[in-house]
């Protein structure tokens, strides 16, 4: 995608019809636009001394240009950054977009995966909802005898460093789902996918728990941004 560059001084509306994000995007298609671009067309206007599509250019390099990153930040975190021409409504506006985004690829998971094969299907189905939190989750998948989903309960939520999960919570939701298995997943907001000793001695109660009421403990999965430890595939189950 070759970008013109237009003077900094120069209202957007003097720029060429095919140049204008909104524009471009109808006359083009959506793949045409940068992200900037597309950025911009959420903002729907700059400042008094910069277009939408600089505005939109900052916002992106104050995320090093990654767009997970600006998917991990909250209304509060992109009001923080103080860039003149984003307040509250456009802060709402991007933070929203980028849950639709995430929404959409859960969607797409949940349509293509049903049955669970493998650790990389339990991955592809939690990923969007663990990798972007900046506290520790703890997630239960219950499973009927064909490995398809039940359902899907968020059992506990913490901080950066840790959750607690309560291990008869955990079994009251699998009896009464009437759960032949259960698979267990939390996130490590540090990105360090080396499961803990706590994690460890946890899945160890889990399984003997388990064994005792006759429901399987599957896998216990960690996720740390878009990588994954399974304990089932390093034969820790």
Not at 62 to 89: E, F, P, W
Not at 98 to 114: D, H, P, T, V, W
Request: charged letters at 25%; glycine letters at 6%; one cysteine or more.
């Amino acid at each position: 995608m070759i970008e013109k560059n237009y003077p900094e001084n120069l209202s957007i509306n003097q720029w060429a019809d095919d140049d204008k994000p909104r524009e471009k995007l109808i006359l083009k298609g959506k793949a045409s636009l940068t992200d900037a671009e597309l950025v911009a067309i959420l903002l729907r206007s700059g400042s008094r001394n910069e277009t939408v599509v600089e505005l939109s250019k900052k916002l992106l390099q104050r995320c090093n240009n990654n767009l997970d990153q600006l998917a991990k930040l909250s209304v509060n975190d992109i009001l923080d950054m103080k860039l003149k021409g984003i307040g509250h409504t456009k802060a709402v506006t991007i933070v929203a977009a980028l849950e639709l985004g995430r929404r959409r690829k859960l969607s797409e998971a949940k349509s293509e995966i049903e049955q669970i094969k493998s650790s990389n299907d339990i991955f592809r189905l939690v990923e969007t909802q663990l990798n972007d939190l900046h506290d520790e989750e703890f997630h239960l998948l219950l499973l009927n005898r064909a490995n398809k989903i039940l359902e899907h309960k968020i059992i506990s939520s913490g901080g950066i460093t840790g959750t607690v999960a309560d291990i008869r919570l955990i079994f009251e939701h699998a009896l009464k789902t009437k759960a032949v298995s259960i698979i267990l997943v939390h996130n490590h907001p540090s990105g360090n996918l080396k499961p803990s000793e706590a994690d460890i001695q946890l899945t160890k109660k889990i399984i003997a728990s388990g064994n005792m009421l006759d429901i399987k403990v599957l896998d216990h999965i960690i996720v740390a941004g878009k990588n994954y430890f399974s304990f089932a595939d390093e034969g820790m189950m």
